[in-house]
């Protein structure tokens, strides 16, 4: 079913790494977003674009945000898959880029995949085994681009993640590192706040 809203533009009024207000002519609209979409916003008070997707539940509808459509289709292929509702969609988009995912889908990497909260061996399969079927083109298209160019911020992501910290945390430390460092300095960094906690 195609959603009632496509995407909004408009002042970014609150910004945490779940959940965003964005205000359109006078209306706020709260949205559920990942972790990445958070990061990728500006800061409250200036212009945000998000692509939108409307969940409707017996007793709520709710909002999602996107800073991509591609993000928005690895979200509603993932909805598809039996067991994964839009809190553990999510959790799979916070912990990986939309690239990411279609990238461990194409490798079959259920190891990377079980990371992520709420996502045990079993559903990581199906994950993967559904995706491929739904969303085949599209892993073709961008395992290229990811295969040529893995992004800086993942090489420090997967560091971090070898050294046993949890999905969420390495999010959280990296959020608050500088973007402009090296792989090897973000990862000090990000060991320095993760320490601190």
Avoid: W
């Avoid at 965003?20 to 958070?38: H, P, R």
């Avoid at 969940?55 to 993932?78: H, I, K, M, N, Q």
């Avoid at 916070?94 to 990377?112: F, I, M, P, Q």
């Amino acid at each position: 079913m195609k959603s009632l809203f496509e995407f909004l533009r408009g002042t970014l009024v609150n910004k945490n790494p779940a959940s965003v207000v964005v205000e359109v002519n006078g209306v706020g609209f709260l949205l559920k977003v990942s972790a990445n979409t958070a990061a990728a916003l500006p800061n409250v008070g200036e212009e945000a674009f998000l692509y939108t997707h409307l969940y409707v539940r017996e007793d709520a509808l709710v909002l999602f945000g996107f800073a991509s459509p591609l993000e928005r289709t690895v979200f509603t292929s993932l909805l598809g898959v039996e067991g994964i509702g839009p809190r553990t969609a999510l959790a799979v988009l916070s912990t990986y880029s939309a690239s990411e995912v279609l990238y461990l889908v194409r490798a079959g990497d259920v190891a990377s995949l079980v990371r992520v909260n709420g996502i045990g061996k079993k559903t990581a399969q199906r994950i993967i085994l559904e995706l491929k079927e739904k969303l085949g083109g599209l892993i073709s298209d961008e395992e290229t681009a990811y295969e040529n160019k893995v992004p800086e911020d993942d090489l420090a992501r997967a560091a971090l993640l070898e050294l046993g910290y949890r999905p969420e945390e390495v999010q959280a430390a990296l959020s608050r590192v500088a973007r402009d460092l090296e792989p090897a300095a973000r990862v000090r960094a990000a060991l320095e706040v993760l320490r601190k906690r």
